[in-house]
């Protein structure tokens, strides 16, 4: 922890990004004296599916401090200019900079989402510790028990946690979760609502949705073979166009080179190319995802087919959008264990086989009965505003 705070602080500083290693040591203060509720999400996705609760917080008077681990989730979150709601990079999770948020800002309570779950933050919180959408995998268990002393102090701190599937509550429980901290099981990712803004008119008129699938958030090893699918795929289905959104639009220029090195054409949204007559439509953008899952028919779910776990299904569900995933799916394995059991998503293991499925997804009617298959199979068996009870008891002193 402290090498890389100590790397990211020189690194931001030599950039002169001054303000966020004043965020990163505890050095914010708050401009009035409200006592605060510290809500931390990690990155985007988090914070996204943090909204629902940062908003009903508000909506009851309370004032929310949302930390943030990225640059990008921190502009997201002031985007939404939400009243109430103040938002910043995290603090190293040391003591001076925690104690100095906790004071800086009077925090009351703490809430934090999935698995950032930081010691120094949950001891030095003068009031309950909730965690919502708990994540806890084997592996991770595993490094939590090396350090028992330690886990057993932090999480006989929570108050109250809700863990996004039985595997993870159960886990928590063997490490030390009181009984009484317990709640119900439930996915806050599962609430994703999509934004308000549609694709253009240009967008519409160049992708035709049956015709369309997307390769989402794919990280390196994956865009090679999403490229070999799709030149497979071109055999039988000569009409078809690929949106290609990496997790990280750093890297497109490498990504462009592969699609050129295919023969295939390419448009890059950050140049604002035109689409028409390209093969690969490259989404190098941020905060767009939306879009392009609404133009696809069908939606191939990366981080799936490397070790990082795989990236949400809900997104792509909320659009109706059939999901294709690879097998690493260890991120959100409840989800995908529901889809598996009701035949709603397909998963593949190398290009071959995501070509054989785009090929066998081909009309808009097969695309609706396994896009339709998917919003059923999940749909969460907890009720929101039953959860967020639970929250609002926990929080009252």
């Not at 609430?191 to 958030?217: M, V």
């Not at 490229?227 to 497109?252: C, E, N, S, T, V």
Request: glycine share 6%.
């Amino acid at each position: 922890m402290m090498v890389f705070a100590a790397k990211e602080l020189t690194s931001r500083g030599l950039r002169g990004d001054w303000a966020a290693i004043r965020a990163r040591l505890g050095r914010v203060r708050s401009r009035g004296t409200h006592d605060h509720i510290w809500l931390h999400a990690a990155s985007n996705g988090e914070l996204t599916s943090a909204r629902p609760v940062i908003e009903h917080l508000v909506r009851t008077g309370r004032r929310v401090l949302v930390t943030v681990n990225t640059d990008s989730a921190l502009e997201l979150a002031q985007r939404w200019d939400i009243a109430g709601l103040s938002a910043l990079l995290a603090p190293v999770d040391l003591g001076g900079p925690t104690r100095r948020v906790v004071q800086g800002w009077t925090i009351t309570a703490h809430i934090t989402f999935e698995s950032d779950l930081w010691p120094m933050r949950v001891r030095e919180t003068p009031g309950p510790v909730i965690v919502l959408g708990a994540r806890l995998t084997a592996r991770s268990a595993r490094g939590w028990q090396r350090f028992g002393a330690l886990a057993q102090s932090v999480l006989e701190k929570v108050t109250y946690l809700s863990a996004q599937d039985h595997q993870s509550l159960d886990r928590f429980a063997s490490l030390g979760l009181k009984p009484a901290a317990q709640g119900p099981v439930f996915d806050l990712k599962a609430l994703y609502t999509p934004p308000g803004d549609r694709p253009d008119a240009r967008l519409l008129r160049n992708f035709d949705r049956p015709d369309t699938w997307c390769a989402a958030s794919t990280h390196p090893g994956e865009d090679e073979i999403v490229l070999d699918a799709h030149l497979k795929a071109l055999q039988q289905r000569p009409a078809l166009k690929l949106i290609l959104a990496p997790r990280h639009p750093k890297r497109a220029p490498e990504i462009a080179a592969m699609i050129r090195a295919r023969g295939l054409t390419c448009a890059r949204r950050s140049a604002r190319d035109d689409p028409a007559q390209a093969r690969v439509y490259l989404a190098d953008t941020l905060g767009e995802m939306h879009l392009w899952y609404a133009l696809s028919g069908v939606t191939f779910v990366a981080g799936s087919l490397t070790d990082r776990g795989g990236h949400t299904p809900y997104e792509p569900a909320a659009f109706a959008s059939a999901i294709l995933h690879g097998p690493d799916i260890g991120n959100f394995r409840a989800a995908y264990q529901r889809l598996e059991n009701a035949n709603a998503a397909i998963c593949v293991g190398e290009a071959n086989a995501l070509a054989h499925a785009l090929t066998a997804l081909a009309s808009a009617k097969t695309q609706q009965v396994l896009a339709d298959q998917a919003r059923v199979a999940l749909r969460q068996d907890t009720d929101f505003e039953a959860l967020m009870l639970d929250v609002m008891q926990a929080l009252e002193p």
